[in-house]
């Protein structure tokens, strides 16, 4: 595992060894109704047992390492502008600000600003792509019905 740190970012690469390795953790922890525990030692009498947010996180991690995925890990403030949140959301500030005024995305001033909470941006992003999803489904459906081939 090679990591390169520059300007408060970090980028870690992983080889094809450490790839296998994670593959076998997933394979070993397989599909679990009770979550995994995550216990580290630093020393004879000296565990921690990681809190379950945490083990997520890392067992996620894991699972995307397996996959050979490319993996980016950031926090997201609580609170954004209208800018960034219609970055989130793939937009235009104006469309945003449209779905702001017809109420369609919550919003609340500080000040004469428009903040966005980022979980409301993240649940009205996740319910796009269920609609989008679940439009392209249905055209999928018809096609099929329809008999229309590439």
């Known amino acids: 595992m090679a990591t390169l740190q520059r300007d408060g970012r970090a980028a870690v690469a ?20 009770t979550p995994a525990a995550v ?19 890392l067992l996620r991690l894991v699972d995307l390492v397996g996959q050979g995925c490319t993996v980016t890990i950031g926090s997201i403030p609580t609170e954004v502008t209208t800018t960034v ?20 995305i919550p919003s609340h001033k500080v000040g004469s600003h428009t903040r966005l909470y980022s979980k409301d ?24 019905e329809w008999g229309v081939l590439d």
Do not use: Y
């Open 14 to 33: 992983v080889t094809p060894r450490e790839i296998e390795q994670a593959r076998n953790v997933r394979a070993f922890l397989g599909d679990r109704s």
């Open 85 to 104: 949140a219609a970055s989130m959301l793939g937009m235009s500030r104006p469309s945003l600000m449209k779905l702001v005024r017809e109420e369609k």
């Open 39 to 57: 216990t580290v030692g630093a020393g004879v009498g000296q565990d921690l047992t990681l809190p379950p947010e945490l083990t997520a996180l």
């Open 121 to 144: 941006v993240l649940a009205f992003r996740r319910a796009q792509l269920e609609r989008q999803s679940k439009a392209f489904e249905e055209l999928r459906a018809l096609e099929e």
